[in-house]
């Protein structure tokens, strides 16, 4: 859908609401095994704490 904005019609309602629902699924069990305790703030600070990949140019990776 990134290269073809046309398709973005063909999409429907329900399966870009599983999409959303999955996505935040993964975050979710990738938050808690970075702090089983439930520091809200773990994931964030992990994703700050990423490097920026080698050889990028422009603005850092994450914001």
């Known amino acids: 859908m990134r290269q073809d904005f046309a ?3 063909s ?3 329900g399966a870009v609401r599983q999409a ?3 996505y935040e699924a993964t975050w979710r069990a ?5 702090d089983p ?3 809200k703030l ?3 600070r992990a994703l700050r704490r990423l490097r920026e990949p ?3 140019r422009g603005g850092p990776a994450l914001v």
């Open 11 to 13: 999409v429907s309602p």
């Open 20 to 22: 959303c629902w999955d």
């Open 30 to 34: 990738l938050s808690e095994q970075l």
């Open 54 to 56: 080698r050889g990028a």
């Open 42 to 44: 773990a994931l964030p």
């Open 37 to 39: 305790d439930g520091d």
């Open 7 to 9: 398709s973005v019609g």
